[in-house]
């Protein structure tokens, strides 16, 4: 099975902080994503990557950037993390061939103070 | 740019019967993916079916089944039979196919499964 693993599941962190969310999967899929999940708003996509070191914006990235400098590894980068980033995060990765289906990370509940 | 649109913000039904949860997918390509996802409260994501634009058999598992009319841009889930352990919210999503491209999400149904 496919792991997605984000490196923690609920954070508390102060305003003007920078916070680093780590996702990684073990299945060597290229498409790696990140969304925020906000009570009826669904998920938006902040930003996603389809390679190593490449990345596209998403329809929420302002405030945020990502790294990716491994495969397995999606980092979602809060530069100076503000109240209105309070939020879950979810990272997802996709192969988008074969029995197409994207697994998702279990969530960071991420609340700026 | 893909869209993807449940306008159905809550819905309920009561055990045993059938509910049908509706999505439109807005796309002027003609290959993609449809999907709908459950989030029940443990938060984890579950893909409870999924829909190859090109197929034209409508996709079904077990009690899930999906209605999917292209030239409508239309893709509901019909759950039938429901059990309490439906109760969930349920998420649209649609994509591309092909790497590179992103996974876009409706904004979501909370079902509720009631006695």
């Known amino acids: 099975d496919v792991k997605v693993t984000q490196s923690s599941r609920y954070l508390v962190k102060r305003t003007g902080e920078k916070v680093f969310l780590e996702c990684v999967q073990d299945m060597d899929h290229e498409n790696m994503f990140w969304y925020r999940q906000d009570p009826g708003l669904g998920l938006r996509l902040i930003y996603f990557s389809y390679d190593v070191k490449m990345k596209e914006k998403g329809d929420i990235p302002e405030g945020y950037s990502v790294s990716r400098e491994k495969k397995e590894r999606f980092s979602l980068i809060l530069e100076s993390a503000s109240t209105n980033q309070t939020s879950m995060y979810l990272c997802a990765t996709i192969l988008w061939a074969g029995t197409t289906e994207a697994f998702f990370g279990q969530g960071t509940r991420l609340t700026v103070v | 740019a893909q869209t993807v649109t449940q306008s159905q913000p809550e819905m309920s039904v009561q055990e045993a019967e059938t509910v049908t949860l509706s999505c439109t997918y807005d796309?002027?390509?003609?290959?993609?993916?449809l999907f709908w996802y459950k989030q029940p409260p443990s938060r984890q994501m579950i893909l409870v079916i999924r829909?190859?634009?090109?197929?034209?058999q409508n996709a079904t598992e077990n009690r899930f089944s999906v209605n999917f009319q292209k030239a409508a841009k239309s893709f509901s889930l019909k759950i039938s039979d429901s059990q309490l352990g439906d109760a969930a919210m349920y998420f649209c999503a649609g994509g591309l196919t092909g790497g590179g491209n992103k996974l876009t999400f409706g904004t979501g149904t909370q079902l509720k499964v009631e006695l």
């Open positions: 796309t002027s390509e003609s290959d993609y993916y």
């Open positions: 829909q190859e634009a090109y197929k034209q």
